[in-house]
């Protein structure tokens, strides 16, 4: 979802190729060796993965007027890439506790979600000086880094019966959540909290 946001926020047409849960094609190995996840993007034949590397790599390729990282301020991109790689510290290990995917406690995963949460409420308030966005008056690398996790974000509330954006303790954030899952360049790339519940409990 990151890596469609970010070219969707360029203006570039790119074709998605799905891979099937549980399998992994030729072309996925072949294409990230290492980790053998995705996303991967391939540009002119050659092969980026990691989901934040890749939005920094289509930041730099196609140019302004989109930018994603702030350009012309290196400490306020330095900051945003501080929380981007906060976020991923963060949220995904605590997301499969709370999903029930790997053993933990529920509890202490959802504390430090919350705690995170209260962060980047913080971090919110400073990036976006007022703005719509942490990337200001539109969608940037950090709207991205945590707006992806949103979906199951949301999920998890409903599967572990557990209140994090939901709730009253972020109230800028809970805000902004609304308006990016709305964004046009989000909306059709967002996967539905309820399809994410459903695919939880079919494959629990
Ligand atoms: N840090 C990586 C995480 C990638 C990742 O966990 N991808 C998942 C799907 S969202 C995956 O490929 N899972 C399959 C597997 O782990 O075998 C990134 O941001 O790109």
Redesign the pocket.
Known sequence: M?VMVALRLKGVEYELVQ?TMGK?SELLLASNPV?????VLLHRGRPI??????VQYVDEVWPPPASILPSDDPYAAAIHRFWGQYI?DMF?PRIRILRGTVPGDKNKASDEMTTALLYLEEAFVECSKGKQYFGGDSIGYLDIALGSHLGWIKAVERIAGVELLGGAKVPNLAAWADRFCAHPAVVDVMPDADVLVEFTAKHA
Do not use: A, F, N
């Not at 980790?35 to 996303?39: D, L, Q």
């Open positions: 990151r891979e992994k980790h053998k996840k995705i996303p993965s990691e989901s934040l590397i890749i991923d995904p």
